[in-house]
């Protein structure tokens, strides 16, 4: 932990995202309002939601568990919602070109502009969409049974694509010209010591010219199933970061932390979950792991109050100076009495990426009608100053899932930081900075 890093400060409420106190605050915050994005259809619109992303002009939910548009025995074809993201109005829902059966299409997104990448892994195959119309642009498909498009990245030209079953499961990225669809560099990005069940390209982000790619399964100096994350340059495609334990003194992860599974960048920071993590007290309540580009030292965050099997860092996103991290299996008090696996989203102010003593918590809320078993925060996204938070297992009909937006949050600079806790512990798509998420 940096000696010259100041206190992280946090305050949580019980209902609503509330920016140094609710309504009106001394700091001229006020209390964001609360819009639900839903189903309309809840019976054939399982988990909206699993996966968002947003822009300022649009918010799209995959459900990839949604069955087909036609009455036939396939099971997990996947559809995405695409909403008005200023009125919340659904304006279309999409189906992959062609259905597959446990398709699992918008099992990942990327959203840049008007253009919109969906993943379906479970056909190894990517298509790019543009938003505002809901033209098909393209599909890009990949080696069979390698889980393509899997997790998604998106910034500029470049598409970066996870195929973490690739090769017996070591994994690999694909890096392409959205233009064209061509792949770029003429071979895949792979893990530098690849090893079966890997799962490197779990999770990707693209932010100018850094990839960061997750392989949560990776076996580290930390352990089994520890995780890694590493960082590599677009321009020769060469790597430039490993966080695989080397060097951290202090590191608090060891076996099945999974680090990796959200990745996302902010400039020289660099973000990598890792929701088993058990570093904070209780068994899986998670955290997330912040690492420099300057030096080898780094920050550990976690929930403010750790719970068993709360997967703090399951979702990660970042843009605008916002990272919203997810802690689906959070527990709530209603009415005295504790509400098990609400969920929660946690959403931090980073103001400089150069320093990172300007990293500070803001607060962090539940959806409209959070209950029980809801897994609120199952996956994030941020744009401007907007945070949007999904509930993946939201029972208002049959498990059809919702999206809350939280709109505005503010940032403050750290003269605006009072009394708490130091946590120990963009554009950009769950875990994809430069997409605009």
């Not at 079953?165 to 890096?175: L, M």
């Not at 890792?274 to 690492?291: I, K, N, Q, R, Y």
Request: glycine letters at 14%.
């Amino acid at each position: 932990m940096k000696s010259n890093l100041p206190s992280l400060f946090a305050s949580f409420f019980l209902c609503f995202l509330v920016l140094w106190g609710s309504g009106t605050s001394g700091h001229g915050q006020v209390t964001p309002s609360q819009m639900r994005l839903f189903s309309l259809n809840p019976a054939s619109e399982t988990s909206l939601g699993e996966v968002v992303a947003a822009s300022r002009t649009h918010v799209v939910a995959g459900n990839p568990k949604s069955g087909p548009p036609i009455p036939v025995a396939f099971g997990g074809v996947g559809s995405i919602s695409v909403f008005n993201a200023s009125t919340g109005q659904r304006i279309r829902q999409t189906f992959a070109p062609a259905i597959h059966n446990n398709g699992e299409f918008g099992a990942a997104l990327a959203l840049h502009g008007n253009l919109l990448a969906v993943g379906e892994p479970g056909a190894d195959a990517v298509h790019l969409y543009n938003v505002a119309t809901g033209a098909l642009l393209r599909s890009i498909t990949g080696t069979a049974g390698s889980r393509f498009g899997g997790a998604l990245a998106m910034h500029g030209n470049r598409l970066a694509v996870g195929a973490p079953e690739d090769n017996g499961g070591r994994g690999a990225v694909f890096v392409f010209d959205v233009r064209n669809g061509d792949q770029l560099n003429g071979a895949p990005i792979l893990h530098p010591a690849p090893v079966a069940d890997d799962h490197f390209g779990a999770a990707v982000a693209i932010s100018g010219d850094w990839l960061m790619v997750g392989a949560p399964k990776d076996n580290t100096i930390r352990g089994i199933d520890a995780g890694s994350a590493f960082v590599f340059e677009l321009d020769q495609f060469n790597r430039v970061f490993t966080f695989d334990g080397t060097g951290l003194a202090g590191d608090p992860l060891d076996d099945n932390d999974n680090l990796g599974a959200s990745v996302a960048i902010h400039g020289p920071v660099f973000f990598a979950g890792a929701p088993f993590d058990e570093s904070g007290g209780p068994a899986l309540s998670g955290s997330v792991m912040v690492f420099f580009a300057q030096d080898s030292e780094f920050v550990v965050l976690r929930s403010d109050t750790p719970i068993n099997q709360g997967f703090f860092g399951q979702s990660m996103a970042f843009a605008d100076g916002l990272l919203a991290v997810g802690e689906p299996g959070a527990e709530d008090i209603v009415d005295g009495s504790p509400v098990t696996r609400a969920g929660k989203t946690h959403v931090f102010s980073v103001m400089d990426s150069l320093n990172p003593n300007r990293v500070a918590i803001l607060e962090s809320r539940k959806g409209l009608e959070t209950q029980g078993g809801d897994e609120f925060g199952t996956s994030v996204a941020v744009c401007g100053n907007r945070v949007y938070a999904a509930s993946e297992l939201d029972n208002d009909g049959d498990f059809p899932g919702a999206v809350i937006r939280f709109d505005p949050i503010s940032r403050q600079p750290d003269s605006h930081r009072s009394d708490a806790v130091v946590l120990q512990r963009g554009d950009s798509v769950e875990g994809l900075p430069g997409a605009t998420f």
